[in-house]
């Protein structure tokens, strides 16, 4: 079981575990949808520990997360607890805004959208090439929403250009950056103990 | 068609008239925080304990959503879609019935009340007394119908009949007080200086004893306290002499001429042995203990013979015609405020299905409602929320918890779970504040779903009424949509 919920009286946590797939993207979806309409939550803590995953389910995943990461009548808590990588960090960062948060520990990686096929899956050339310009647009959605979201962060004069390149430059370089580091540069709002 | 047929006839507000602004229910109303009069004459139940937010957050703000209808905009809105048909605007003022024990309503009251007339009744002040048999003369009303009002409202003769395993007594003890009211009505319709005849002439006969000097002075025919003279009497009859206070009241009654048929249960009473008569008369005097209390009196007029005059009358008919509002201010605990509080509640419902002109809504908003509860045929809550709003008549009940509610009407005569339940049902808009009431608990989690997941817990077992911060309340709405929602206070 990858997404597990701690019904708390005030706030409740869901814990997303394991790699982000269609099936837990539509299980995360349907928890937060079970707390927001029936337990009347207005504030949820989602807590990550995930090597990534498909880009088609974050995709999926944003475009439900629109409201909560604008932070309209609810509030959604991000925080990265040990590996967040990929489709699982960018996720993190679509936190609403002040409320992004990660541990000193934990590792993050922002690099380029993949995409997982089922084991023994196989593609034509036109296949892959119709793929490869998917997770283009995707990436470049994903960058364009990212610091549409970022720039909202009230007091934030950001050069969206200038910014673009150093996210773009950081998803080429395929490391692992810390909590801190990811406070830098804007992709959370507080290191936590 | 009679003329009664015609003024019972309902009159509803329909979805287009004016929607009522209720200040601070965004999270449950939406940005415009608009309500349909459809759904506020559906009535309202707030529940939870002193410091839940539940004056400030629902009571206040609905009754200033009251006072200030029809308000602008939503009037103007109203005047698009309705056309030449409109009501207008001064016809949609409602008339408002407050009852305030604990004074904090009467302020908002004042302020938005703007050119209505506000009426304060509260004891130990100069306000206008309520006539309880309003609009019914002399000629139209007998001695059986009045006693049979009165003990309605009487919590003694009521809880007895509903408790007691011989109430035998007690209606003994109403059909002797009702023989009094016969005497005095028969005599009345010849002239009130008759009344006060029997009244004097009984006392003077009296006079002669010595020991019961010091209460003669009550007897006699005072209009404002009509039954002060017969609690007096009725006490003084109450000893192993007693048949004498009434051997002398006999005498002047006969002296008066006055029929046998009315005076037929008294004699019987005088004659009977000590230990059977005080019975009867002990339940009396539980009886007239209330309804001739100095309290009651001072607020609550149940002289059949004639009303208070009118400088000092408050004119329940006037104040529905007219959009006023009437805040009744009961003192503290006192079971007398509590009745006079059910009487002036009785007559006004009484009114508000008989009046000729029903475009006007009206409103009755209580705080500490399990005080003013009532179970009774007509004006028992259960009985007039189903019928009032299509008579544009709406009712908010504030109480601490529905135990509080369950634990009043148990006491009533035809009162009880059932009675509690009718209640329940028909306030389709109901807030929960904070409260530690298992049995308001319980109830909430009938009325709201299970969860759409199996095996999941109920919302009210994750989030319980304990757990809920001041001002914070689970809904559920007329329309039948519920939530859990914060009341954001103006200013």
Known sequence: ???????????????????????LCYALIDEMK?????????????????????????HHLVQFLAPWSRGDGRILKTKGLNEVCSAAAILLSFGTLGHRTALPHSRLLYHHVRRTF??????????????????????KAFLDQLITHIGRLPGKDLNKDAYCKKLTRLLAQERDIDAKEACDLGLIDRVVP | MTNSARTQRPFPFTEAHPRFHVEGWGELLGQEELFYATDMVRHFIATGETGSGKSASAVMRILEAVLRYPEKEPYQDYVRVAGRAAESKESLRPAVLVVDPKQELEELVVKEAGRRKVLRIAYGEAGP??????????????????MELILTQSDFYVQDQANT??????????????????IDMWLARQSIGRVRELWDRTRELLDKEEESKSLLANIRYDPANYFRAMATLIGLSATQEGSMPLACYLDVVQTLNVPGELTMRLVTLATLYHSTRSGVIWMANGILADIAAEEFAACVSLNPIEPPPAEKRLCVKDVLDKGDVVVYVPSAVSPIADMVGRCIKSKFFEFAF???NKVRPFFY????????????EQDGEQSLLDRCRAFRTGVVLSTQSIASMSYRLESSAGGGYNALQIILNNCGNALYFRTSDIQTQNHLRQRIPDPPVPNRPHVINVRPLTSLSVGSCYALRANGSWGLFQVHLPG
């Open chain 1, 34 to 58: 079970l707390l927001h309409d029936y337990y009347q939550y207005r504030i949820i803590e989602l807590e990550i520990d995930s090597p990534g995953g498909d880009g088609d389910a974050l």
């Open chain 2, 165 to 182: 395993r011989e109430p035998v007594w007690n209606k003994q003890a109403g059909l002797i007080l009702q023989d009094f009211v016969a």
């Open chain 2, 129 to 146: 007394i309520l006539h309880y048999f309003e609009g019914r003369s002399l000629d139209e009303i007998d001695p059986f119908e009045v």
């Open chain 2, 354 to 356: 008989q009046r000729e």
């Open chain 1, 1 to 23: 079981m990858s997404i597990t919920t701690l019904l708390d009286v005030k706030r409740p946590s869901i814990r997303l575990t394991g790699p982000i797939d269609m099936p």
């Open chain 2, 365 to 376: 908003i209580v705080d500490e409602a399990h005080r003013f509860l009532t179970a009774g």
């Open chain 1, 118 to 139: 089922p084991n023994g899956a196989s593609q034509t050339v036109s296949e892959l090439r119709a793929t490869g310009n998917r997770l283009e647009t995707w990436e």
